[in-house]
């Protein structure tokens, strides 16, 4: 591992891989592929930007051209695939969008790695795509049921990457991580959008009853999970990367409120999203197997995400007053107003 080409990269765990790939791993260039969509943002890689070992260009996976270029002139020798849409309330609102990247442009990369003789490819996935699980874990090996456009467009990829695996013999890895928080995530997703608004004493438009279960899992964490299936995990093989920590919604958005010290009051519980998956919970052995564990608490996870967001107001203000704006009221306008 030389070369890495790191798609999505200008994203929210894309963009804190690179940092922390950077930080741990002397001897390797890191090349960032990057459409630089709504949730693309080059400020998330402004502490890297100096780094010689570093650089950035911009380009969409699903076109074929730019992406073989940009394999060969960097001599890329490794792909990890963060590049995708990510949110499951634009892929109800638009699920098109999510085909085209999620899975024809997981599929172009595969296609172009394979032509270009790529030493080891990781697809990053998520616990989505099997469904909702009532009791128990899902293991690597469970069905697959997605419920919504984005994890059957992410289930997709997945199955992809098996298939360069098995029909060509590309060497693919897929990760599958639980519910990722931590600092230089878009606001649209559940921590980052509540921090902000409760720091504007503005509504928290909380879905449902607001308990449903997600296994909350820091993204350093996550990182660390995917940089040791990158260096351990099994060709063909999916790796489970979960935190360990199952919390109700609501249970974790008072817990926010009071290390921000606001009053549950600015709790709203609004119309449920469709086909609202309950619970997300992720068996971890065979990660764990590898020799891999999770560095942070929840409490003390939850704390440090809290304080970045309270710290960076620069970096989330300018995101929430651009296309955001539409977005918001498009998504949770009628719902509040309701």
């Known amino acids: 591992m030389k070369n890495l080409l790191v798609t999505g990269g200008a994203g929210f765990i894309g963009s804190n891989f690179v940092r922390y790939m950077l930080n741990r791993h002397a001897d390797i260039n890191v090349v960032v592929y990057d459409k ?46 963060f590049a995708a849409e990510s949110h499951v309330d634009r892929s109800i609102l638009n699920p098109d969008a999510f085909i085209q990247t999620n899975s024809l442009g997981t599929f172009v990369l595969l296609d172009e790695s394979r032509k270009h003789g790529v030493e080891r490819f990781l697809q990053v996935s998520t616990d989505e795509v099997y469904g909702s ?27 992809m990457a098996r298939a360069y695996y098995v029909t060509y013999g590309l060497n693919t890895v897929v990760t599958r991580g639980s519910n990722t928080f931590g600092p230089y995530q878009y606001p649209e997703k559940l921590l980052p959008l509540f921090i902000s608004n409760a720091l504007d004493d503005e509504p928290l438009p909380l879905y449902g009853d607001g308990r449903q279960v997600r296994d909350w899992l820091y993204v350093e964490d996550h990182c660390s999970g995917i940089e040791t299936v990158l260096l351990k995990g099994e060709p063909g093989e999916a790796y489970n990367i979960g935190g360990e920590n199952e919390r109700h919604n609501i249970d974790v958005v008072r817990q926010m409120l009071a290390i921000l010290g606001k009053p549950e009051s600015l709790i709203r519980q609004v119309e449920d999203r469709p086909g609202h998956d309950r619970r997300y919970a992720l068996d971890t052995t065979k990660l764990h197997n590898l020799g891999w564990q999770q560095a942070y608490s929840f409490e003390e996870a939850l704390e440090a995400t809290v304080e970045w967001y309270v710290k960076n107001e620069w970096w989330w203000r300018k995101i929430k007053s651009g296309e955001f704006r539409e977005y918001y009221e498009r998504q949770y306008g009628k719902r509040l107003r309701g």
Request: proline letters at 7%.
């Open 36 to 81: 630089l969509t709504y949730a693309g943002n080059l400020d998330n890689l402004l502490p890297v930007s100096e780094d010689s070992r570093y650089k950035f260009v911009r380009g969409d996976i699903a076109d074929r051209e730019a992406v073989a270029a940009a394999l060969a002139s960097n001599d890329i020798d490794t792909v990890v695939n």
């Open 133 to 159: 699980i009532p009791e128990g874990f899902f293991k690597e090996g469970d069905p697959l049921e997605p419920n919504s456009p984005y994890a059957a467009s992410k289930a997709s990829g997945d199955l």
